[in-house]
């Protein structure tokens, strides 16, 4: 997968279409706080347009260009097709040192699941339906700090324990959203009318 994908050793991984409430320009002053003392670039999959441009600025105008990862300008770059096949996904996400997803805003926050069903530590927001999602197996981090989205990133790359933690508690809230969970919620919603 590393190969096919010309992955870096190692990698922050964020996943979303690059627009303004994924919050990736944050991420990257987050990731700038962080420069001098983690060398591991964020790898960035999805689409985007103008905001992914102001991000491309942004990156350009600090010298952080080679600390971010746009991987489907990285496959277009080698003659490929500039998407992630979805069977991918898993080793993606397991390859990766943390996922971090600080959105403003999420109607439900899927890859914060998918995540921590791989074994994934994750950085997430303070706000919307994240922390509902995260329980208590992710690093919360407020949206308009990039400090504390990189205080995330230091704790998952530099203590192993709490890294492992935070993957152990990931596989247990997985769980509450289990297809056969969630029928079972929906079916109690019903009896309780009845």
Do not use: W
Request: net charge positive; aromatic share 12%.
């Amino acid at each position: 997968m590393r190969t096919k994908y010309g992955l870096p050793q190692r990698f922050f991984l964020h996943v979303g279409t690059i627009i303004e409430r994924k919050n990736l320009l944050n991420i990257c002053k987050g990731l700038k706080l962080i420069q001098k003392d983690i060398d591991i670039p964020l790898v960035v999959v999805g689409k985007g347009g103008s905001y992914k441009e102001k991000v491309k600025e942004y990156l350009a105008g600090n010298k952080l260009e080679k600390k971010v990862i746009f991987l489907s300008d990285l496959l277009a770059a080698q003659g490929k097709k500039p998407f992630i096949a979805t069977e991918d996904f898993p080793a993606l996400y397991q390859l990766s040192t943390a996922m971090i997803y600080p959105s403003f805003y999420e109607g439900f926050g899927m890859p914060i699941i998918e995540a921590m069903s791989g074994g994934v530590p994750v950085i997430t927001s303070t706000t919307s339906c994240m922390p509902e999602i995260a329980g208590d197996a992710a690093f919360l981090a407020d949206p308009e700090q990039p400090g504390e989205m990189a205080e995330g990133f230091r704790k998952f790359y530099g203590d192993a324990a709490y890294r492992e933690s935070a993957i152990s508690k990931g596989f247990e809230n997985a769980k509450r959203f289990s297809p056969e969970k969630y029928v079972q919620s929906v079916m109690n919603i019903y009896n309780s009318a009845l």
